[in-house]
């Protein structure tokens, strides 16, 4: 039990074009989803968190304007990068809480060109 | 602000024990997760702490003392499978926010 799932896995795209990622608790409701970016040899850096029904929250220094993140169901979050550029190639890894535990997915892969 | 502190990088053979150190100082406290990572792969869960002691779980064990700001996540019988980044994460909120330090890497030796 406790799966999330993400999509796409890896995706490759243009500067300047936008790119929408989807976070899926596959056998659970969550009410609050997480949003991570980890660039190469570093850690997961923290940035939204995604609450049903509601605006995200954004750590200092995110853009929210830049990273759309809607959590229109329980079951379903996505981030929206806008505009992207190379810089924003990373990998993106979502979270889902279920009670004290966030059950993590499997990442997704960002190439800006 | 939140700091969190752990080596960068630690050494062992198979067989052998190892203990990653952890220290965090955050404005709000609800627990102390420790993940494991592979590279280029999402984090799994290893442990939770959110009374002080210890808490053990097969090979491994985890530790923690809120009033020092201190855990530690301890590998026994270590495996090749265990080198991996071990991820320190306290709690932050009661929204389960997390923050992770930025990881020992574990290299394991024959």
């Known amino acids: 039990g406790a799966v999330v799932s993400q999509h796409p896995s890896w995706v490759i795209c243009k500067s300047g074009t936008s790119v929408k990622i989807e976070c899926r608790s596959l056998d659970f409701q969550a009410t609050t989803m997480f949003w991570y970016r980890q660039f190469p040899k570093q850690s997961l850096m923290l940035m939204a968190t995604s609450n049903e029904g509601s605006k995200a929250t954004y750590e200092q220094g995110v853009e929210k304007d830049k990273f759309l993140i809607n959590h229109a169901s329980l079951t379903l979050s996505t981030l929206t990068v806008t505009s992207a550029h190379p810089e924003d190639s990373s990998f993106y890894i979502c979270?889902?809480?279920?009670?004290?535990?966030?059950?993590f997915g499997p990442g997704t892969r960002l190439t800006v060109t | 602000g939140q700091n969190i502190d752990q080596p960068t990088e630690m050494t062992a053979t198979e067989g052998a024990i190892v203990q990653i150190n952890c220290t965090y100082q955050?404005?709000?406290?609800?627990?102390l997760f420790w993940y494991q990572q592979h590279a280029g792969e999402a984090p799994t869960f290893l442990s939770y702490?959110?009374?002080?002691g210890l808490e053990e779980k097969g090979r491994f064990s985890s530790f923690l003392s809120r009033s020092k700001g201190y855990s530690y996540l301890l590998l026994k019988e270590l495996q090749m499978k265990d080198s991996a980044s071990y991820l320190c994460?306290?709690?932050?909120?009661?929204?389960?926010?997390?923050?992770f330090g930025a990881g020992t890497q574990v290299v394991v030796t024959p």
């Open positions: 955050t404005s709000g406290f609800n627990g």
């Open positions: 994460a306290p709690s932050t909120d009661s929204w389960g926010k997390f923050q």
């Open positions: 702490n959110v009374l002080d």
């Open positions: 979270s889902a809480k279920l009670a004290h535990e966030q059950y």
